[in-house]
């Protein structure tokens, strides 16, 4: 990941280069947010087989009303390598989200949950299971060689 720096060759000050295998995906979606409100827009950036996990970043915030597209470029990133004879172009696109008008408001609130989330009464779950895991029914679907998945549910994409 690199971030961009203010004054340099043109870099955007709030950019962010995501990567298929450095960073878990919330890593980028939070540090997002936190551009989003230093900066007001934050530039998410990708090469190859990045920009799938790039575009879900952006869907994330955009699902969650956090932001909204401002623009968005694609084309080629060419590289010369001193082994290669030929020039090596792989797929390069970049998404600037600026923050919705309702940003602050569901910043204030997820910093409230995360307060509160401290003060629960109940145990904390067994370390490498989901917080509700306690709640939830095992899982007969296994047996019959299908799969369920688990996890946040986002509204379809409009």
């Not at 720096?5 to 962010?16: D, E, K, L, T, Y």
Request: charged share 20%; glycine share 10%; net charge positive.
């Amino acid at each position: 990941m690199q971030q961009g720096r203010p004054g340099g060759s043109g870099a955007h000050p709030a950019r962010i280069q995501v990567s298929t295998n450095k960073k878990p995906l919330f890593f980028y979606v939070n540090l997002a947010k936190r551009f989003l409100q230093e900066h007001g827009e934050v530039q998410l950036s990708a090469l190859g087989l990045a920009i799938s996990s790039m575009v879900t970043v952006a869907e994330i915030l955009k699902s969650g009303q956090w932001a909204v597209e401002r623009k968005i470029t694609t084309g080629l990133d060419t590289t010369d390598d001193a082994g290669r004879e030929r020039p090596v172009q792989k797929a390069k696109m970049e998404i600037i989200l600026i923050k919705t008008p309702q940003f602050d408001a569901l910043m204030e609130a997820s910093t409230g949950q995360q307060q509160q989330g401290g003060n629960s009464d109940s145990p904390d779950p067994p370390a490498g299971s989901p917080p509700d895991a306690s709640s939830a029914p095992p899982s007969s679907s296994q047996a019959s060689g299908s799969s369920k998945v688990q996890g946040t549910q986002f509204p379809p994409v409009r």
